[in-house]
């Protein structure tokens, strides 16, 4: 049983920073990618950043380029997701997001992505 659970979402002031951690369990051996995706009231589901679990490569969206840092510890099985600079546009749900194998779908689109966390909700206040 493969579950991912996140932690870390609180209130934060416009400019703070904040982390967020998704911890896998099950069989995570050989996972494709792992994803960070938000979701404020009343819009879709976006997507924030990935990375992948074998080599690291990182690909972010232009929205949070240079203030949002995606990382992984292997040995953990856990993904963090640092957040500087935080805006009040910011605030969200924000999900984790497990593609266990390899794909050539695009992975900003939540489609591929097949296990997902509860959402831990960050606040940015002004």
């Known amino acids: 049983q493969v579950q991912l659970v996140e932690s870390g979402g609180g209130v934060v002031q416009a400019g703070g920073s904040l982390r967020v951690s998704c911890a896998a369990s099950?069989?995570?051996?050989?996972?494709?990618?792992m994803g960070w995706f938000r979701q404020a009231p009343g819009k879709e589901r976006e997507f924030v950043t990935r990375?992948?679990?074998?080599?690291?490569?990182?690909y972010y969206a232009d929205s949070v380029k240079g203030r949002f840092t995606i990382s992984r510890d292997n040995a953990k099985n856990t993904v963090y997701l640092q957040m500087s600079s935080l805006k009040p546009e910011d605030t969200a749900v924000y999900y984790c997001?497990?593609?266990?194998?390899?794909?050539?779908?695009?992975?900003?689109?939540?489609?591929?992505?097949?296990?997902w966390g509860q959402g831990t909700q960050v606040t940015v206040s002004s």
């Open positions: 099950g069989r995570t051996f050989g996972w494709y990618a």
């Open positions: 997001a497990a593609r266990t194998r390899p794909t050539i779908a695009p992975m900003t689109s939540p489609l591929p992505y097949d296990y």
């Open positions: 990375i992948s679990w074998s080599s690291g490569s990182t």
